[in-house]
């Protein structure tokens, strides 16, 4: 894409940003993201792109740009756990959406990458709010597999895409099971059968001519058996994880995430000795479906006593717009621990829950989600605590560079501050 | 889930498009048969059955307290018996001896929370084919259906609403594949066995009318009118013309027969009965007003009035609410100009700002998403107290049903709807202590006892955990 392509108004938005820069941030309350402590008074910095250090004993070269961020919280960027981010503009508008690609005759072929569009409104509108990477994955059609998901960056340039063919995504459980002939069992044979399939493509049997799948559809599975893809299986219930957790005995190499989890409590202690890691719908406490009866807010705290490493996502709850809530669930998490016989988390690990951990989660831990060394700068400044209602992003740098905060709504919002129309029709006020 | 909320209220479930009859026209409205003469003034049918529970004289001291009408004070003390509000003051109000006594030091007093736009009951959870009761999606108006009758009254959603929302009081409505959807129904968030048992004591009806994609997409997918938005004004006016001919044939002496659509939309024409109009777009709005001018009604509210900060003044001058989400947009085109500051823009121009949920998982969040709309307006210079955002989630609300004689602040002689907030309620942190409803106490965090579960928890994983 090239930028003259877009109106003046647009070009504003997405102008290419000042290249990476030498960048002290400092007096800040400093949360690195892996669960310790904030640092206050801290210094970040930030060179190439990346993070040289974040501390109280940071030496500042001389040049480098200084950030007072006296009063400020300082944090690595929000980590969404689970999106459709950039597969969407207006979701009920089907040219504007590309989240399933489940008609295209393919399914574990199919790669989300080409489709996650930067210059859609909802990258300006979460990266304003604070939000720098995203997990973002295919819905699934009529097969299991879903296909091959992503991890972005919300930078406000043309290339959103920070690691392509980052996990393979199944849906189980009821949906699953509608997607596999409208049984749970249907769910298994395919998901047996179609790895299979995987295994005899690599030793040269495929024929292709009755098979579940296709010949790229064979090769991205190959890579989930080879243990080389992650696999994040969409699964909400009790049995269902547990019945899952034995397939996992039969495919040991598969590397499992489970995604959404309402019922993760009932099965904390499985989920742990099988040392797979959830990427947990936070606010779930309804029987929203007969998979769900046990839903609990209380889930991700239990589950982490229980030893999970758990990481908060938004499977379809507004998993295209508002990633922006990923602040605000991580707090009720933490307000869980002030309601009796509740079990929540600690601030300092509900914010690991929404940075570092869902990055460690899909293998990008050394390289993205926390402000220490050698991680991608991706830091966030806040004017109060960024779990906080009240809290918004005043400054936002993904890469090492420091991003525009405007968007569509607020350039709305300046318009009709004040409604009532003067000289001129609103069309002109801008 | 969020999504699947939307497409069945909001945006409208498609199944139940899908599962309506394809070609029954059908009469309009569902006529009773027996002629009656006007004099013979029919009894309310399904009456309420609800009785406040039994209650303690209750005082609660050291606490801060947000009246529900704009009101702050510091350091108050609310005192209730007999299930209404006895008293609201500062330190030195007088509380009788031998009363329960709770101590609310770090702690926030509200009314009760109510929300204008549930589903709760009508698309209950299980979110179930079997339970999807909320669109009678077989004619573009149905005024005759009233959303009581769909109402499940075991509805798990009930005691989250209580428990995490601190919500005391709801509109049930029908859903928005229709232009005229039919009645709404106001409850006590108190569990009972019959709708009859939750009902608000002596509420107003109100009805459910839609602007916009919902009613022309169902109908027009179904090849029938309406398929636009010219369309959905135009079947509008042509039954309130229907209407006001039914309103002077009842009201001209002689015998006829009733209709039980025609009543509820001449009891609107009376003006017993309110408009609750869901309407995104401030275009839609300004010819919705334009049409209730034409045949003398009045609008309510607004819900879903993602636009109205576009025509903030139009509305004040209407004397028009607006019931919105926080920060809800882009799921739809109609929701494609949403913006957080909505809320802030209306009332800084002096429009009334009701804050709704459409939705079971938010409304166990109308707090937090009335703080988020604060700060957003704060963020360019609107300063809105916390009182007055406490009113976005109950006087206005209680005041666009018609109850605001009865709840939605705490004033003497009002019901004992009362939330205690373990904090601020405008934080994240914040949750219920302890709700009374009508002065008895409904739930209480500290008691696994006093927390409600519905006949379809019990027996069931999680049964009475919490939540």
Redesign the interface.
Known sequence: MRHFLYTAAALATFATPVAAETIAITGGRVVVGDGSAPIEGGTVLIRDGKIVAAGTTVVIPSGARQIDATGKWVTPGVFAGFSRLGL??????NGTNDKSGGRSGFSAAIDVAPAIDPFR??FA?NRSSGVTRAVVAPEAGDNIFAGQGAIADLGADSNPVTKARAFQFAEFGEEGAASAGGSRAGTHLHFRAMLREAQDYAAGRGTFDDDLLKAEDAKALLSVLRGETRLLIHVEG?NDMLRLMELKRDFPTIKMVFVGVS?GW?VAHELAKAGIPVIA?A????????E???????NVGRMKDAGVQVAIGMI???????L?YTT?YA??I???Q?????TGLTWDEAFAAISSVPADIMGVGDRLGSLKAGRAADVVLWDGDP??????ATTVIIDGIEQPLTNR??R??DR??R??EGDLP?AYDR | MAISNTLRSAYLVLPLALMACSNAEGPKTVSATPAVKPAEKAPVPFPSTYKAYPSVATAIRNVTIYDGEGGKIDNGVVFMTGGKISSVGGADTIIPAGVNVVDGKGKFVTPGIIDIHSHLGDYPTPSVEAHSDGNEATSPTTPEVWAEHSVWPQDPGFSRALANGGVTALQVLPGSANLMGGRSVVLKNVYARTVQGMKFPDAPYGMKMACGENPKRVYGSKGRMPSTRMGNIAVNRQTWIKAQEYKKRRDSGKEFTRDIGMETLAGVLDGDISIQNHCYRADEMALVLDMAKEFGYKVSTFHHAVESYKIADLLRDNGVCSAVWADWWGFKMEAYDAIPENAAILHNTGACVIIHSDDENQIQRLNQEAAKAQADGRRMGFNISDAEVIKWLTYNPAKALGISNKTGSLKAGKMADVVLWNGNPLSVYARPDKVWIDGALMFDASNPKIRPVSDFELGQPGEGDVK
């Open positions: 969407a503009e207006v979701d009920a508008v409104s909802p509108v009790a019922e009932r719908s606010l779930n406490d309804l029987p929203a479906t007969f769900m009866l046990g839903a609990t807010q209380s379809n709850d507004r998993d295209s717009h508002q922006r605000q707090g009720n933490v307000s869980l002030y309601v009796p016989g509740a779990l906080e209602l009240s809290s918004a709504q607020n709305l919002r009709y501050a409604p009532t609103k």
